[in-house]
């Protein structure tokens, strides 16, 4: 953000897949709580988490992610919070953390991003979309094949990089400024607390850490 040499920021991943999401092992949580205390949760998941997303879409300058294979659950607070998004024609988008008895992942952007009765699909089945539904919901703005991905972002950035940098960051300010008056952020920190409602009675029923070996499972299911 603070080097005038940089125009647009380019956001991708290197392997098989662009993001499995939160880390569900459950074996080493040294870098969270590794048992369920409602205030420690609430505060590293609002840092580590939610205000992590909402800095990246407050950068200033437009960002572009690159999305390859699969992208779970946290990997959408990944891409959401980027301006454009550029989809393998691989790529399948999910957030099956309803399986925790949560009603989303910490950035609660799936109706801005799919549209309220997609978004209610995605969350009550667990299913993917792809990146062709992606890209008819208006979620992900191209798709190309895997072995194009990295070319046609860069592609796209060299373009964007040739306008001037101040139209740009104004362009990206009255986007965002028109979905914050239409309620986004509003709306994704109130959500935030229905999250750790849904972490606090998960608690409840599973008396521990909620629920994570069922997420485990079905996550490892589907990246194998």
Known sequence: DH????????FKSNGKHFSAGHDMSGADRSTGPTEY???TLYDWESRNYLHYAKSWRQVPKPSIAAVQGKCIAAGLMLCWPCDLIVAADNAEFSDPVLAMGICGVELHAHTWELGPRKAKELLFTGDAITARQAEQLGMVNQVVPLEQLVPATM?????IAK????ALRMAKHAVNQTLDIQGFTSSIDAIFAMHHLGHARAALVTGGYPSLA??????AKSTG
């Not at 080097?3 to 380019?10: L, M, S, Y």
């Open 163 to 166: 306008k001037d940098a101040f």
């Open 155 to 159: 592609a796209l950035a060299k373009r």
């Open 214 to 219: 069922a997420l485990a499972a079905m996550k």
């Open 37 to 39: 205390h409602a205030d």
């Open 3 to 10: 080097d005038p040499a940089v125009k647009v920021i380019v």
